[in-house]
């Protein structure tokens, strides 16, 4: 089976932004689903949501360095067994000795080769089962009878009726898009159909696609790749900062639990979205 055959998930992890989104963009190219974060404490929650069928990680990187990510998410029993690969700048015997010790599958040296990243690809087995069959992960839950979106006039009337007042976990996610939806109508004049989002125990995740504004991305070009990657990114945590009480309160009427903590996250190349809510419990559904 070729590569383009199957869709993998891959989590790229690379503080190095650039050679980050483009082992992003080759690997979409090949007809896989990327992720890309640019550090290792980060990339620990993202890869609770995003589930990966392959984690590529630079050595070198600044708060938790390579080797260290692996030895802690190796010890979550989800990820004992997923491919992980290096794919860094260090050359030297000693470096590969070191990433395969702390829990590395294979070892690349940048910049690697097509064939070489191809074969990695090759090696991998997706975790998403054939149809009919069971499959793993929040990502595969199916949401039957439930659009995308719920209104949230509509979660509340279906609740009210309700004795116990509670919504099913998937309106309560589409109940959330309808939210986001609002959000950023009121906050960033624009709106986008392609939300995502689901609960995991204590955790919310909000996957946003395409949501850059035109605006936004003529800045991100006018400027240096790094310079308007981050003037973007600061200007929408602000935004989000001024707008946490709305998003808050927007999680709590849904789910019932209050929101501990806020993360949030955007490439500035994909357009792509994420925002994680902590709770302070694990909501209760109908």
């Known amino acids: 089976m070729n590569a383009i055959d199957k869709s993998l998930r891959v ?5 190095n932004r ?11 190219a090949l007809g896989h689903q990327v992720h890309v974060t640019y550090g290792g404490a980060q990339a620990l929650d993202v890869a609770t949501t995003f589930q990966p069928d392959l984690i590529c990680v630079d050595l070198l990187m600044p708060e938790m360095d390579g080797c260290s990510f692996v030895k802690r998410i190796r010890l979550v029993s989800d990820f004992a067994k997923v491919k992980i690969v290096a794919i860094t700048g260090q050359k030297s015997d000693e470096s590969k000795a070191q990433a395969m010790k702390a829990g590395f599958d294979d070892f690349l040296v940048k910049p690697a080769s097509l064939d070489a990243i191809k074969q990695v690809l090759e090696s991998v087995v997706p975790t998403v089962a054939p149809a009919g069959s069971t499959t793993r992960g929040p990502m595969m839950v199916s949401r039957p009878n439930v659009a995308g979106r719920l209104p949230m006039d509509e979660a509340r009337r279906i609740r009210n009726k309700r004795p116990s007042r509670m919504l099913t976990q998937a309106e309560s996610e589409a109940a959330i898009c309808d939210g986001i939806v609002r959000f950023q109508e009121e906050y960033l004049g624009w709106r986008s159909e392609q939300i995502v989002s689901h609960f995991i125990k204590d955790l919310l995740v909000a ?17 240096s790749a790094d310079k308007g990657r981050d003037l973007i990114k600061d200007s929408r945590n602000h935004l989000l900062e001024l707008a946490r009480p709305m998003l808050e309160s927007l999680v709590y009427e849904v789910s019932g639990v209050k929101v501990l903590s806020m993360h949030h996250d955007i490439s500035t190349l ?3 979205e ?13």
């Open 11 to 15: 989590l790229i992890v690379d503080d």
């Open 18 to 28: 650039d050679g980050a989104d483009a082992l992003g963009l080759l690997l979409e």
């Open 274 to 286: 994420v925002i994680l809510f902590s709770l302070v419990g694990t909501p209760r559904f109908e």
């Open 207 to 223: 996957r946003i696609r395409g949501a850059l504004t035109l605006a936004e991305r003529q800045l991100g070009k006018s400027l």
């Open 270 to 272: 994909t357009g792509e």
